[in-house]
């Protein structure tokens, strides 16, 4: 068995900041933050891989976890940039590649919040999928 985090991670990147409407509000999608980005943005979070497979398929339930950024005054353009980033993950299903295939996806959970530094408007949504090999 093998890993699908790696390829998880390069579709979503790929979906996220191949989106026109997405690309539009944001200034850019990353899983490590260059200095001196622009607000707002997308970094790519936290997974976790549990084996799910039986004896005749190797399948595993991955979850991925996606942060947006902004320091709008307000949650607005968080949400809007949370409902945008939805919609392109959901708007078709992934393409992994590797030999790997999504068998189902769906959102777990997202909430807007303000963040620790009392400006920073924080969007968390996590995804949960199954991928077979």
Partial sequence: MKSSLLPLQIALYKRLS???????????????VPDGA????????????????????????VTHTLHIWSQYKGKKEAKEILSLALEAITSSPLTLGNGFSVEF??????QVFTDEDGKTQHGVARFRFKIKQ
């Fill in 18 to 32: 191949g989106d026109s409407a997405l690309r539009a509000k944001i200034s850019g999608v990353y899983d490590s």
């Fill in 38 to 61: 622009p607000f707002p943005y997308i970094t790519l979070g936290e997974d976790t891989s549990v084996d799910d497979g039986t004896k005749t398929y190797d399948q595993e339930e």
């Fill in 105 to 110: 996806s769906q959102l777990e959970f997202s």
